[in-house]
């Protein structure tokens, strides 16, 4: 890399998030969290494309689909590293593992499988031409089915795995994080940016009817966490509309309380 600043491209911002793609928001999460200077622009033109997001400067690139994500790509080229102290640290793999593995999953499913085309459309096609959008809805949505093993003879069954899977990752992040501010050594790592990324999605782009969400919303340890990592390096601005305000204990022993809390905006 020639030492140049670092340009993040990434689909448009929505939901209050500074981009609303569940892919790209873990890297943008990560280069804040690494006090990296950046800049953010915005690819409206290839919603499909696998490559996005990326990280580039002067010659150097790295692509989502290579090396693993950006985040790994950054790593292993040495632009940033943020794990090298715990990445072979057996809690932090598993951690690092239910994250890009399990709620992955789940927030695919809920995109593509479980919900309308709604979130999707205003994240991946609103710029497009409405059928054109509406086709490649449905050539993702095939896809993902596929990836996810979702076909019309068990497609409950898998509904109830996923949900299962992400119910479990969720108590044991709960439980590892407990009162603290990161999940690991006590400053954030590649596993804060998965997993914050994933929480703010979860909370923001996701519908109030959404299963995963409401599954989230049960444990207050990590909705808190949320809401202070993205005030501290998501959105710092403390006057800005958008940042949801605390919960308080009682509301979030009730998800279905706790929704009106966690604003929805598209840019």
Known sequence: MDGGKLTLVARKPCFGLPTACPKCLPAYIYLKFAKVPFDLDFNLLDPDSERIPYVESGGYVAYNNEKGGVIEGLKDDGVVDLDSRVEFEPDWLSANAVITSWLTDAVMYELWVASDESPVHKIYYSDLARPIGKIMFLKQS???KQLL?????????????????????????????????FFFDSRPTSVDANF??????????????????SKLLEHTNVV????KLRKAFVDPDPSSTSVPQP???????????????????CF
């Open 142 to 144: 095939r896809a993902v």
């Open 224 to 227: 808190s966490y949320a809401e």
């Open 149 to 181: 093993g979702v076909n019309g003879d068990n497609a409950d069954h898998r509904e109830k795995e996923i949900y299962r899977r992400a119910t479990r990752a969720y108590k044991a992040l709960s439980s590892r994080l407990g009162d603290e501010t």
């Open 247 to 265: 919960l308080s204990e009682s509301s979030t022993s009730d998800p279905k309380s706790s929704h009106s809390s966690w604003s929805k905006r």
């Open 196 to 213: 914050l990324a994933h929480a703010l999605f979860t909370l923001q782009a996701l519908p109030e009817t959404s299963t995963l969400r």
